[in-house]
């Protein structure tokens, strides 16, 4: 398979990476947005995506682009799986997102450039963090509020050592 990059930040360019990624290549893209947070960082990290087919291999954890029901075309992670299709949620996010029917899902990522550093979606590492991650969900409110809070006495301290 050969590998043409195409990098945008503009979400009219979606489609061109859509084709480019259903001629075969791997189409690589910027995070924008926090909803997928602490994975990727908005500007910072990049992601490597696949074309997705009717033959595809979709399944919990995936982290899939699709067109959500307002329209928008969106990079989360696949919650769960139902016979009637997905339920995704980003990693920022604190609530699933409605059903989604396969024929929704345009992209699959197959790896990521975080902080410089390339991860693949195989990786054991990749895989651990993933599955606590979801696993995460009902609680992930008070892990947010926690990290804020982590933040701020960071900072704090960090202001303090200053004098």
């Known amino acids: ?11 009219k360019h979606v489609w061109s990476l859509i084709n480019e ?12 947005g926090n909803s997928m947070l602490p994975l990727l960082k908005s500007g910072r990290d990049f992601i490597d995506l696949i074309a997705v087919n009717e033959d595809t291999p979709l399944d919990i954890n ?6 959500s029901h307002q329209g928008d075309y969106v ?9 009637e299709g ?16 396969r024929d929704r899902i345009y992209l699959k990522a197959i790896g990521f450039i975080r ?3 390339y991860i693949s979606t195989n990786s054991k590492g990749y895989r651990i963090y993933s599955c606590i ?18 933040k701020k ?7 303090k050592g200053a004098d």
């Open 1 to 11: 398979m050969s590998q043409k990059i195409v990098i945008t930040t503009d979400e």
């Open 21 to 32: 990624a259903r001629r075969g290549n791997t189409v690589r893209m910027i995070g924008i």
């Open 62 to 67: 995936d982290v899939i682009l699709y067109k």
């Open 75 to 83: 990079l989360h992670r696949i919650y769960a799986v139902s016979k």
């Open 86 to 101: 997905y339920y995704p949620n980003g990693d920022g996010n604190l609530g699933l997102e409605p059903l989604l029917t």
């Open 115 to 117: 902080d410089g550093k």
């Open 133 to 150: 991650w979801t696993r995460l969900l009902p609680i992930r409110k008070y892990i947010f509020r926690w990290y804020s809070r982590l």
């Open 153 to 159: 006495l960071l900072v704090i301290f960090k202001l």
